[in-house]
Structures are given as C-alpha cells and as structure tokens.
C-alpha cells in the first residue's frame, strides 16, 4: 500500500523527475517503494504532483491583479482613496495551465507505452487531470485571452518549445467536448487503479468527479453568452438534465487543501507568507450592503475593525471622544457624568460582531477632503493613541482567507497584555461549489433556458449555500474571532454563523427575487460578485458580463467619476499586455495572436476598454447594468 503522500506529504517525487528531467533530491524515505525498484513514471504519483502544482491563486495574482480588479469592480478601495491611480492598468499574471497540463500529457504519454488492458485501468486519473487542466485554461483564457494549449507542455515527447496559441472560441469547443468524454470516463470505466491516497480533491471518487466535469461546462457557457447565446443556454439545459449530476452540496463541492505538511515547500500546504491587499479595504457600498441586509458573509470575506468596546472606552478615558470615528459613535450606546466623562454601555443594535464592519466611501480624492473624511481617511492621525497604537477604524479585506501563514495581534487598549495568534494554518482553497453553480442557472433560467427548476428556486439554494461555504472555510482557515473572542473584552463577539442568520438575510428585499427579470438579473450578479470575494477573476468576469454594480441602481450602486474625468470608458477591461523580447522564441507567434485578437500593446485605460478579449465583445460598459 502507497503511503499518503499529501497526510504527510513529499514532493519531486516519481513525478517531478520524469516529467521536468531534473535530478530528483526528495527524501524518498517516506515512500513504501524502494526508488532503485523505480524504473518507470507512475500515474498515481503523476497525479497526485498535478494536484499538487495545481495553483490558480497565488501570491502576484493576489498582490497586483486581484488589488486592481476589486478597485475596477468599486468592492474595495484604496486606503488613499479613490485616485487617478485607481484606473491604472496592471500586467498579465502567469499562465497556470502549463504546470497541470504538462502532468496530463506525462500521464497520458505512459498510458500510451502500456498494453491497453494496463492503460484503461488509468483512464480515471487522466480524466481528472483533464477536468484540472480545463479549470485552469478558464482562468488564463479569462485573463490572456488565447492561450497555448494543445501544441503545450508536450516537448519531451516529440511536441514543439514554441506552441502555437489556441483562440478562445476553439478552446471552449474543445473543452466542452473533453468534459462530455471525461464525464462517459468516470460514469462508465471500471476496474479501475484509481487511489483515495492521492487525491486529496475527492478521494478517487468518481462520481464526484463527474459531477465538477457536468458542473465545469457552465463556466464555459457564461462566457459563451455574448457570443452565441443560444448554445450557451443548450449548454445549461444539457447540465441541469445529464444523468451525472451537478455539484450539489458540501460534500460535492471543490474545496480542499493539499496537505498539512510538506518536504519540498510549505507553500503548498500555506500557500505562502507574504500580506496581499494590504493598502485596500472593502468599499462603504459593499460593505454597507452587506451589514444592513444582515449577509453573514461580510465577517468571512472582510475583518474586523479594531475598535472594541475597550478601545472606544480608552479614547473616553483619555477625553478624546471626539477621537472616535463618528460612524463608530452612532453605534454606541454611551453616557456622560457631570463631569464630562464618556462610559460605554453597550453597542446599539444590531450588536456585534456586525458594528465592526465599516468600509471606505467612494468619493474621489476623499483622502485629501480631511473636514468630510477624515474620520476614515485621516485615521493614522486621529485614530493614533500614542507611538505605539493606532487603531484602524474600516474592515480591511480577510487576508487569512487566502493564505495561511500570517500572525494575528488583538486590538487591545495601551498598556494591555499582547493578544496574539501565531499558529500556521493549512490552506483550504474554493474553487467550484454549490453556490457557484446554482447562482449560473438562476441566471440561465432567467435568461430563457428550459430548466428543471426556477431562478428563484436556484438563487435560493445558491444564496444558502454561499453562506455556509464562506462560514465552513472560515472555519477551516481558522480566521480571526472564528469559535473564540480570545478573552479579551466582554463586549465581544465570535463571528460564526449562527441559527436563524440565513433565514433574517433572505427576509430582506434586496436579497429576494421579484419576477421583475431586470431587477432579478441584477440581484443574481451582485451575488455571483460577492460569492466570487475569494476569486477575484470570476467576480471581475461578472462585473465584465453584466455591467453590474449598475450606475443608479437602488441597491448597489456604481460611483460615476466622468465629472473627474474618469467616464466608464476609462476603466480597463482587460489586463495590460507588455512587448516581447526580439530575442524571444515565443516572439512571432505572439505578436502574432495579439494582432488576431486585435489587442495592443501597452496600458492605455481607453484602449483597455475598447479592445475586448473575444468573450467580452458585445457584453455592457460598466456601470450599464445587465443586457436582457
């Protein structure tokens, strides 16, 4: 028996030797096979390395592209305020598909040097590897464009070191097609060599996996909605019917970790140590939105603020009440003795956690407009205790979400004992759940497709399941004042849902459909954006789609900068593209597909806007609100 190699993980490995022809220096100790028995490549370990190298969120995407998409999207604003720099353009993150297709193709490849009775016994941990491969070319295809794919990752066996690129349109083709043979792979192979141990996804479940392949196409299908409307609905017709399945419920869905410890790099268990988005925070629209329909999600997606009742009694005890942010003091119930001094009592309602969750307004230039917004741009000053204590007063994003190596210190009144939380945390990633998959066919079924149930029937089950997913990964990333207030102060409040929220949040009319299909459309795609906090590429795809948030809308509304002259048209729609080296071998064939794509090179924020990639040609400006 195989040891599980992600319970107690190694790396390099069977796989990283044959399919990067390094020399392989792992610790082959932990291994129930002796490595000088090891004469060919094994599809297991194949596998699980492809799991392993499977990334479509690391730390630049994080740090520059994810920074730049939430600001476009108006879900997060600079610390500095919204700018001219806001419209700034970013560069093109790496590509990812290569790192899971070349594991394909090493997997396929041995199959192929096998007898075929040997080969078909393989034939589940290829179609996995496949579905991998297809999730990960979305992502690229979302950000580049065309891409290279099918001439890619194969040179050790005869393919080509300069793959030509694969347009948009004839890869969603081909990956329909592939997902439709992976998902009669997995309903129909059997006696198959197909190990729990090294799949950390679905423990070599097949089922499972037929049901993300069934549940993949719908990815597709909304980004086939401008282009060919009606296949985009057959699409979703087909899914919501196929004998499969879709992905549907907690044991379902695509959320999982890859080890809790690691030889090679512990980045694959934290995924990394560096702070990401640590000069934005949520935006006052979102977070506004969040809190006052009573969205549990608001405490997973942003953090705390540090103004515990101990802090707000600090600034009282000091005579600084006027200190406090005024947005903090409309939430207090407080009293004043004769002799001026403040006592704090208790929160108003609705209590906490909720009254720690504060965003940053939209206005331009806010930052430079101290006497209106000083309370939340001004607060390194006005909220500075002393040299050692500044307490910031708005939710910046939940970092812990995302990685888990980062130390978490309590705001805690000067002179208390430090409160800290150093542990490491495994990561846990969601990539495609129920929620996911349900907000697209509310959307589908609004949009005319046939479907088995209604849009309102789907966007119910999504919205439920949201919510228990963002509150099952906070649990799982052990996120601050998740099962515990630390013992601080007893104003406190843990964050996890509790019973009964769900039900208040959808109580609310901004979170109900009406039968009004444009109201309706724009509720469904303000949801996919905050269902997508944890995916910055799919909710800027969703934004790109249905020009949500919409200009004047009445529940979430996009701020108009052309009076600053910044109009819609000026926020980038696609990243931007830097100029190949001459020297490059790549060169030709790319200067080839930017001029088949007609995109530019260079970061203007109107050519941006205008040059579309091919699923965005059609889709509304910003701020336009959804296309019927």
Same mark, same amino acid.
């Given at each position: 028996? =195989?040891?599980?190699?992600?319970?107690?993980?190694?790396?390099?490995?069977?796989?990283?030797?044959?399919?990067?022809?390094?020399?392989?220096?792992?610790?082959?100790?932990?291994?129930?096979?002796?490595?000088?028995?090891? &004469?060919?490549?094994?599809?297991?370990?194949?596998?699980?390395?492809?799991?392993?190298?499977?990334?479509?969120?690391?730390?630049?995407?994080?740090?520059?592209?994810?920074?730049?998409?939430?600001?476009?999207?108006?879900?997060?604003?600079?610390?500095?305020?919204?700018?001219?720099?806001?419209?700034?353009?970013?560069?093109?993150?790496?590509?990812? &598909?290569?790192?899971?297709?070349?594991?394909?193709?090493?997997?396929?490849?041995?199959?192929?040097?096998?007898?075929?009775?040997?080969?078909?016994?393989?034939?589940?941990?290829?179609?996995?590897?496949?579905?991998?491969?297809?999730?990960? #070319?979305?992502?690229?295809?979302?950000?580049?464009?065309?891409?290279?794919?099918?001439?890619?990752?194969?040179?050790?066996?005869? #393919?080509?070191?300069?793959?030509?690129?694969?347009?948009?349109?004839?890869?969603?083709?081909?990956?329909?097609?592939?997902?439709?043979?992976?998902?009669?792979?997995?309903?129909?192979?059997?006696?198959?060599?197909?190990?729990?141990?090294?799949?950390?996804?679905?423990?070599?479940?097949?089922?499972?996996?037929?049901?993300?392949?069934?549940?993949?196409?719908?990815?597709?299908?909304?980004?086939?909605?401008?282009?060919?409307?009606?296949?985009? !609905?057959?699409?979703?017709?087909?899914?919501?019917?196929?004998?499969?399945?879709?992905?549907?419920?907690?044991?379902?869905?695509?959320?999982?970790?890859?080890?809790?410890?690691?030889?090679?790099?512990?980045?694959?268990?934290?995924?990394?140590?560096?702070?990401?988005?640590?000069?934005?925070?949520?935006? @006052?629209?979102?977070?506004?939105?969040?809190?006052?329909?009573?969205?549990?999600?608001? %405490?997973?997606?942003?953090?705390?603020?540090?103004?515990?009742?101990?802090?707000?009694?600090?600034?009282?005890?000091?005579?600084?009440?006027?200190?406090?942010?005024?947005? +903090?003091?409309?939430?207090?119930?407080? &009293?004043?003795?004769?002799?001026?001094?403040?006592?704090?009592?208790?929160?108003?309602? /609705?209590?906490?956690?909720?009254? %720690?969750?504060?965003?940053?307004?939209?206005?331009?230039?806010?930052?430079?407009?101290?006497?209106?917004?000083?309370?939340?741009?001004?607060?390194?000053?006005?909220?500075?205790?002393?040299?050692?204590?500044?307490?910031?007063?708005?939710?910046?994003?939940?970092?812990?979400?995302?990685?888990? %190596?980062?130390?978490?210190?309590?705001?805690?009144?000067?002179?208390?004992?430090?409160?800290?939380?150093?542990?490491?945390?495994?990561?846990?990633?969601?990539?495609?759940? &129920?929620?996911?998959?349900?907000?697209?066919?509310?959307?589908?079924?609004?949009?005319?497709?046939?479907?088995?149930?209604?849009?309102?029937?789907?966007?119910?089950?999504?919205?439920?399941?949201?919510?228990?997913?963002?509150?099952?990964?906070?649990?799982?990333? @052990? +996120?601050?004042?998740? #099962?515990?207030?630390?013992?601080?102060?007893?104003?406190?409040?843990?964050?996890?849902?509790?019973?009964?929220?769900?039900?208040?949040?959808?109580?609310?009319?901004?979170?109900?459909?009406?039968?009004?299909?444009?109201?309706? !459309?724009?509720?469904?795609?303000?949801?996919?954006?905050?269902?997508?906090? !944890?995916? /910055?590429?799919?909710?800027?795809?969703?934004?790109? =789609?249905?020009?949500?948030?919409?200009?004047?809308?009445?529940?979430?509304?996009?701020?108009?900068?052309?009076?600053?002259?910044?109009?819609?048209?000026?926020?980038?729609? =696609?990243?931007? +593209?830097?100029?190949?080296?001459?020297?490059?071998?790549?060169?030709?064939?790319? +200067?080839?597909?930017?001029?088949?794509? #007609?995109?530019?090179?260079?970061?203007?924020?109107?050519?941006?806007?205008?040059? %579309?990639?091919?699923?965005?040609?059609?889709?509304?400006?910003?701020?336009?609100?959804?296309?019927?």
């Amino acid at each position: 028996m =195989r040891k599980n190699i992600y319970k107690g993980m190694i790396t390099g490995m069977l796989a990283g030797c044959a399919v990067l022809a390094v020399s392989c220096r792992d610790d082959f100790s932990e291994v129930n096979t002796d490595p000088s028995a090891v &004469t060919d490549a094994d599809v297991a370990y194949l596998f699980a390395q492809g799991v392993l190298e499977f990334e479509t969120s690391d730390y630049t995407y994080w740090f520059y592209q994810a920074d730049a998409m939430y600001q476009y999207m108006q879900t997060l604003v600079s610390t500095g305020s919204v700018t001219s720099t806001t419209f700034d353009a970013q560069s093109l993150p790496g590509l990812t &598909t290569t790192d899971v297709l070349k594991y394909k193709n090493e997997i396929a490849y041995t199959r192929s040097t096998l007898t075929e009775e040997e080969s078909e016994m393989y034939a589940n941990y290829e179609a996995a590897m496949n579905v991998l491969c297809i999730y990960a #070319g979305i992502h690229d295809t979302d950000f580049y464009g065309n891409i290279p794919y099918t001439e890619a990752a194969n040179a050790m066996h005869g #393919g080509t070191l300069t793959p030509q690129y694969d347009s948009v349109q004839d890869l969603y083709d081909l990956w329909i097609n592939q997902l439709d043979t992976c998902i009669t792979t997995f309903t129909t192979s059997t006696d198959q060599n197909f190990e729990s141990a090294q799949d950390p996804i679905y423990s070599a479940d097949a089922t499972k996996w037929a049901k993300l392949a069934n549940s993949l196409k719908l990815k597709i299908a909304v980004r086939l909605l401008f282009q060919d409307r009606s296949r985009a !609905l057959s699409i979703a017709e087909e899914v919501a019917n196929a004998s499969c399945g879709l992905i549907d419920g907690e044991s379902d869905d695509f959320l999982f970790n890859k080890g809790t410890e690691n030889t090679s790099s512990n980045d694959y268990v934290y995924h990394w140590s560096n702070g990401i988005l640590q000069s934005v925070a949520g935006s @006052q629209t979102m977070i506004d939105f969040m809190v006052n329909n009573r969205d549990p999600r608001v %405490r997973f997606i942003f953090q705390k603020n540090d103004w515990n009742s101990k802090v707000v009694q600090l600034f009282f005890d000091a005579g600084r009440a006027d200190d406090v942010p005024s947005y +903090i003091m409309d939430n207090i119930n407080y &009293t004043v003795d004769s002799d001026g001094n403040y006592q704090f009592d208790s929160w108003k309602s /609705p209590g906490e956690p909720w009254v %720690r969750y504060y965003g940053l307004p939209l206005d331009f230039n806010a930052a430079q407009q101290a006497g209106t917004y000083g309370d939340w741009f001004d607060y390194s000053n006005q909220c500075r205790y002393d040299e050692s204590y500044t307490y910031t007063p708005f939710s910046y994003f939940q970092q812990e979400q995302v990685y888990g %190596r980062i130390d978490f210190t309590l705001p805690v009144a000067s002179g208390d004992a430090v409160i800290e939380d150093t542990d490491d945390q495994p990561w846990y990633g969601m990539y495609l759940t &129920t929620a996911e998959v349900n907000f697209y066919l509310a959307e589908f079924a609004l949009l005319g497709a046939s479907l088995p149930q209604s849009a309102e029937d789907y966007y119910n089950k999504a919205l439920e399941a949201s919510v228990e997913e963002y509150d099952r990964l906070a649990n799982l990333n @052990q +996120i601050p004042y998740y #099962g515990t207030t630390y013992n601080y102060d007893p104003n406190e409040a843990v964050i996890d849902l509790q019973s009964g929220e769900i039900e208040e949040m959808m109580s609310h009319e901004d979170y109900q459909l009406t039968g009004n299909t444009a109201d309706d !459309l724009e509720k469904i795609y303000l949801q996919e954006m905050i269902h997508f906090s !944890l995916s /910055p590429i799919d909710a800027y795809r969703t934004a790109l =789609r249905s020009g949500v948030p919409k200009f004047n809308s009445d529940i979430f509304p996009r701020m108009d900068y052309a009076s600053n002259g910044y109009p819609a048209s000026s926020i980038p729609r =696609r990243m931007a +593209i830097s100029a190949p080296s001459p020297t490059d071998q790549m060169y030709d064939i790319l +200067i080839n597909t930017y001029e088949e794509q #007609g995109l530019s090179i260079g970061s203007s924020g109107g050519v941006l806007n205008t040059e %579309r990639l091919w699923m965005d040609e059609g889709a509304p400006q910003w701020g336009e609100g959804p296309q019927l």
